[in-house]
């Protein structure tokens, strides 16, 4: 009998421990990162305009991918975010200033790729310091790096 009892005994205990890690609040296993969702990306685009509105074009830099390409309207591509960012600059002008509001987003199934489309507007000025407003439209591929982090891949927009 006593073998049997040490058995009950061991896996008793075993139970328990798998139900107060299972149902006891702050001790279920947390996955370190969630599954994005299009709110996730919808919530980068803000954070992606606060930080051009902040900082410029640094700011706006800081969301792109090493070897991102940039389809600007009219022009050729433009690739890698080194080429992106020496067309940036305007960002740093204080009577420039580049909002947008997104419209929709989608991710991949896979959890790894999305993309975004908005509106923006650009504020500045004509040569005679006028204000000025350009309306159009772009979108953005993001892409999950490898750190956790997504950053826009391809860009792409048209004013009008």
Known sequence: MRPLFRIFLHSSAFLTLLATTLFLPGT????????AT???????????????????????MSYYADDAVELPNGVAAI????????????????????T????????????DLGYTYVTFEFHSKDKDGKPTVDHGKYT??????????WKVVLDMGNAG
């Open 28 to 35: 279920r296993p947390v996955h370190a990162e969630t599954a």
């Open 38 to 60: 299009k709110q996730t990306l919808i919530q980068l685009e803000a954070e992606f305009m606060q930080a051009a509105a902040a900082k410029g074009s640094a700011g706006y």
């Open 79 to 98: 690739d890698g975010k080194i080429n992106i960012a020496k067309s940036m600059g305007f960002l740093d002008q204080k009577d420039n200033r580049l």
């Open 100 to 111: 947008w509001t997104p419209v929709g987003a989608d991710i991949s199934s896979s959890g």
């Open 140 to 149: 953005s591929i993001w892409k999950k790096q490898s750190n956790g982090s």
